[in-house]
């Protein structure tokens, strides 16, 4: 219990508790506590987060953090009894309806999508529909080895030597996405009771399969700009007994953080010394728009890292194709793979492959990050026109940042309210498994081109906000 | 521990014991014991695989089954200084090579395969390069339902209830294959340490699953002809808190066994009564030699069923798309679909669901099902030919037999033989946890046609499996 976070926690609860601060008092103002402690805007919002959690303090609109009448009390749920629309009931419900409108990256359902498919996807689907008619044998007849397209592996084994790794085609394993590359990999490392340490915000997915796992979780705080500190990991690894971390050292979602070398090279040396497996999401990593990208933590730990990765982020979310790089693992990751999937499709395999051998896949790669980027810019731009008194980092690739609105914003509330006008959000609340926190904040994603639709979306969010800043605090 | 194999094998060891049989005595020959106590051959072999399996007796070349002397002692492993071929550990290491070498229901591996893509491929592979053409949007931008497409789940849904379910598209859960549909199935009605219960001989895959999520199995006889007995599942359901049974009513492997109409309909009612969850692989269904199939479980015990299958037996192995029904746990279902690999391929989904639409499925399964036929009988004649003095069932549909070689022969020591010459079997203790299990037996596939080389490579097993018989039993 000694992060940044829980000290400023403590020491807060001490005040309230030993009668410096009463009940409605108003706390230290985030910016003060910030200048005052020397600390992150994260960390105190981390602290004070947890302390509303916990009932101490309350969020009051536009002015800051109050302390609370004590015994602090749960709210008594009274059912509306006309409830126009059904409510949802947790964050599990929040993701699958999320996932359901095909928008997770996006403030647009699916249906109502009108972007162009691009002429990538065009040479990928006509190299696969290549693969379908050149198979003249009995290919349908028999299963693919588990592991995956040989061809296909050796391709991504080369160009993970090209980021600095030692891979080899006998080190991938090749999987139905990402998510799934992230299943094998926890399940390849770790026994249900394992702790396993996770980066806080941090992706919803691995939250889910952790619990789904019977694992226990370890939320570690997360730096926008920087992502884990070592310093945080290094406490942690005395503390707890901890399986695995996982880890999104290139751009994680939510924030789009970004781990410089040296916190990469100190938290190698971490692994190897306490043997202690990282689990890599590498989805984000082609998606710089820096010239020289970091090498992953395969690339430093390789005997201690399971790289996942897929190509749903950079080229098609459609293509249900990924893989896991871990040279310590592989015999058990192909049996996981076999007994969770038997096998991958291998047309689809043949004609990725191909699409990359080409060089295809690197020439959209390269117009993508420029679409990208020019993408955040605009999406910046919005933000300093509607959002300028919301706090948020300016991240060097990825999909998506994070927005920090006022401390006493429920998002979930205004999740609930953007979605009525056909407008979707990912609140920060998705983020965490601690109830309470990041419930004020948001992810924002620049995934797509800001056309009129989008624009005004963003334009009305505003509006949403500011009307349940009026309208007070409603809960999920 | 109340079924007719385990009470045979307290009876026999009971003499052991008490010494009506002393060290090197034969016992009773297989057929004795069928006909003094009104036995199957399955129950009988049951018995004294389980008493070879625990040391009490020892199975001799041609001759039957002698008493061991005791203490029955493990035999001391003593590794050879020169071996030629690397060893297979485990059953899990014979599944792996037998996935790897693409070699499931064949008697020769993948690469030496020559059947031709037969037109039904060709159309869905035009279906399926007809749907990436035709995608105009950004399709590729967003992930699919969880759940998979709302169209080809209606399709699904359409079929099964001409099978007599009241299936509904919301009741389906799209998948990448069967095994991953078992997945869903299990962990959506199961936690860790429950029991459940499977059929004995059965599908490997289901006992991996049962493994790597903290299941128990309880393993019941499972007969070559009718399959599961009812009255069993009924005498386990007083004995254990089963929370499952997973079971294949239709052409199960590896024994094409049929359970009959009065069969299922006790079950159902078992089902009922116990609040027992039914995980029915429907996968061989469709490959039915009788013009009126059985209804499968989901159709008689509707709230307790769920139905998992895919195109993989029927159609083709590459397609990696399967679907779970099961109208009680959908919701369930689709969170675990999101949380092990988001969301299915869209493309393939859209090309399979017009292949269905246009009734080329339907043509392609009366044309296989012919195919299969034909095969089946010219297997008969070839085991006639070379494996006369072998007990075997005849199937009316599905993929395989069961072969009962002579109770001393060692299938596994077969496996590693007919493999230095290019032949690839399934050995009998694949289809079982239980350790001496099944070790003379084998799952003989009618896949694929009686072409030349897979003639030879059978007529070949037979000079094998003489040639073992000669040398004495080997051990894995």
Same mark, same amino acid.
């Given at each position: 219990m000694?992060?940044?976070y829980q000290r400023l926690t403590r020491a807060l609860l001490d005040d309230i508790q030993k009668g410096r601060w009463q009940a409605g008092d108003m706390l230290p103002s985030v910016r003060q506590l910030m200048q005052r402690l020397q600390l992150s805007r994260a960390t105190v919002l981390h602290a004070l987060g947890e302390l509303e959690a916990q009932g101490w303090v309350e969020a009051q609109p536009r002015r800051g953090y109050f302390v609370n009448p004590r015994p602090a009390k749960a709210p008594t749920a009274t059912p509306s009894s006309l409830e126009a629309a059904p409510r949802l009931l947790s964050i599990d419900d929040v993701v699958?309806? @999320? #996932?359901?409108?095909?928008?997770? *990256?996006?403030? $647009?359902? /699916?249906?109502?999508? *009108?972007?162009?498919?691009?002429?990538a996807i065009e040479l990928l689907h006509r190299a696969i529909s290549r693969a379908m008619r050149h198979t003249k044998g009995a290919q349908h007849q028999h299963y693919e080895d588990p592991a995956g397209l040989p061809e296909l592996r050796d391709t991504l084994a080369h160009r993970l030597r090209q980021q600095g790794c030692t891979s080899q085609a006998a080190d991938i394993v090749v999987t139905h996405g990402c998510q799934h590359?992230?299943?094998?990999?926890?399940k390849s490392c770790t026994q249900p009771g394992d702790v396993v340490a996770v980066e806080s915000p941090g992706y919803f997915g691995t939250l889910q399969l952790l619990q789904e796992l019977g694992l226990k979780v370890l939320e570690l705080p997360c730096d926008p700009a920087t992502?884990?500190?070592?310093?945080?990991?290094?406490?942690?690894?005395?503390?707890?007994?901890? %399986?695995?971390? @996982?880890?999104?050292?290139?751009?994680?979602?939510?924030?789009?953080?970004?781990?410089?070398?040296?916190?990469?090279?100190?938290?190698?040396?971490?692994?190897?010394?306490?043997? !202690?497996?990282?689990?890599?999401?590498?989805?984000?990593?082609?998606?710089?728009?820096?010239?020289?990208?970091?090498?992953?933590?395969?690339?430093?730990?390789?005997?201690?890292?399971?790289?996942?990765?897929?190509?749903?982020?950079s080229l098609?979310?459609?293509?249900? $194709?990924?893989? @896991?790089?871990?040279?310590? *693992?592989?015999?058990? !990751?192909a049996q996981l793979k076999q007994i969770t999937s038997l096998a991958s499709n291998r047309l689809i395999e043949q004609g990725l492959d191909e699409f990359i051998r080409r060089g295809d896949y690197d020439r959209h790669l390269r117009r993508e990050q420029q679409s990208l980027r020019v993408q955040r810019n605009a999406l910046l731009d919005l933000l300093a026109q509607h959002f300028s008194d919301c706090h948020h980092r300016v991240p060097d690739g990825g999909l998506c940042?994070?927005?920090?609105?006022?401390?006493?914003?429920?998002?979930?509330?205004?999740?609930?309210? /953007?979605?009525?006008?056909?407008? #979707?959000? %990912?609140?920060?609340?998705?983020?965490?498994?601690?109830?309470?926190?990041?419930?004020?904040?948001?992810?924002?994603?620049?995934?797509?081109?800001?056309?009129?639709?989008?624009?005004?979306?963003?334009?009305?969010l505003r509006v949403l906000v500011d009307g349940l800043k009026r309208g007070g605090k409603s809960e999920i």
């Amino acid at each position: 219990m000694a992060f940044r976070y829980q000290r400023l926690t403590r020491a807060l609860l001490d005040d309230i508790q030993k009668g410096r601060w009463q009940a409605g008092d108003m706390l230290p103002s985030v910016r003060q506590l910030m200048q005052r402690l020397q600390l992150s805007r994260a960390t105190v919002l981390h602290a004070l987060g947890e302390l509303e959690a916990q009932g101490w303090v309350e969020a009051q609109p536009r002015r800051g953090y109050f302390v609370n009448p004590r015994p602090a009390k749960a709210p008594t749920a009274t059912p509306s009894s006309l409830e126009a629309a059904p409510r949802l009931l947790s964050i599990d419900d929040v993701v699958h309806d @999320v #996932m359901l409108k095909g928008a997770a *990256f996006d403030l $647009l359902p /699916a249906e109502s999508r *009108f972007d162009a498919k691009p002429p990538a996807i065009e040479l990928l689907h006509r190299a696969i529909s290549r693969a379908m008619r050149h198979t003249k044998g009995a290919q349908h007849q028999h299963y693919e080895d588990p592991a995956g397209l040989p061809e296909l592996r050796d391709t991504l084994a080369h160009r993970l030597r090209q980021q600095g790794c030692t891979s080899q085609a006998a080190d991938i394993v090749v999987t139905h996405g990402c998510q799934h590359a992230l299943l094998l990999a926890l399940k390849s490392c770790t026994q249900p009771g394992d702790v396993v340490a996770v980066e806080s915000p941090g992706y919803f997915g691995t939250l889910q399969l952790l619990q789904e796992l019977g694992l226990k979780v370890l939320e570690l705080p997360c730096d926008p700009a920087t992502g884990l500190n070592p310093a945080d990991v290094a406490k942690a690894l005395t503390q707890w007994p901890i %399986t695995a971390l @996982v880890l999104t050292p290139s751009f994680a979602t939510p924030t789009g953080a970004l781990m410089p070398l040296e916190a990469r090279l100190a938290l190698a040396a971490l692994a190897k010394q306490h043997r !202690l497996t990282l689990i890599e999401d590498h989805i984000y990593a082609e998606l710089s728009f820096s010239s020289a990208p970091l090498p992953p933590m395969l690339a430093l730990a390789p005997e201690h890292t399971l790289l996942c990765s897929s190509f749903s982020k950079s080229l098609s979310r459609d293509l249900r $194709l990924g893989y @896991v790089a871990g040279p310590a *693992f592989t015999k058990r !990751l192909a049996q996981l793979k076999q007994i969770t999937s038997l096998a991958s499709n291998r047309l689809i395999e043949q004609g990725l492959d191909e699409f990359i051998r080409r060089g295809d896949y690197d020439r959209h790669l390269r117009r993508e990050q420029q679409s990208l980027r020019v993408q955040r810019n605009a999406l910046l731009d919005l933000l300093a026109q509607h959002f300028s008194d919301c706090h948020h980092r300016v991240p060097d690739g990825g999909l998506c940042l994070w927005l920090n609105l006022e401390p006493e914003l429920d998002t979930l509330a205004l999740y609930q309210r /953007a979605r009525q006008e056909g407008i #979707m959000i %990912t609140p920060g609340p998705m983020f965490t498994s601690q109830q309470g926190l990041y419930r004020h904040c948001l992810r924002l994603s620049f995934a797509h081109p800001w056309s009129g639709p989008r624009r005004q979306a963003l334009a009305r969010l505003r509006v949403l906000v500011d009307g349940l800043k009026r309208g007070g605090k409603s809960e999920i």
